[in-house]
């Protein structure tokens, strides 16, 4: 933002206003949802719904990705640094 704004008449930028959205960022939570149909099959319920929530867990953590399939949206399957819990 300028320093100076036309029709303004004075800019107030609170203490550290260039890191704020990177604290957000950082102490945000995460999400990822799974949406789709599936057929049970051999497989029991609860085995299907720990299948989607661990599908739900990745693209909250890796991201989408530019196909929907995660792993190039977020941090990224290589990152040393951080794991999903």
């Known amino acids: ?23 957000g960022a950082a102490i945000a939570q995460i999400s990822g949802e799974v949406d789709h149909t599936v057929t049970l099959g051999t497989r029991s319920r609860d085995e299907a719904l720990a299948q989607a929530k661990a599908l739900a867990v990745e693209r909250a953590y890796y991201g989408w990705g530019p196909s929907g399939h995660g792993a190039s949206g977020g941090h990224g399957r290589d990152s040393p640094d951080v794991s999903p819990q």
């Open 1 to 23: 933002m300028p320093a100076a704004l036309a029709g303004v008449s004075q800019v107030i930028r609170a203490p550290h206003y260039q890191v704020a959205n990177a604290v």
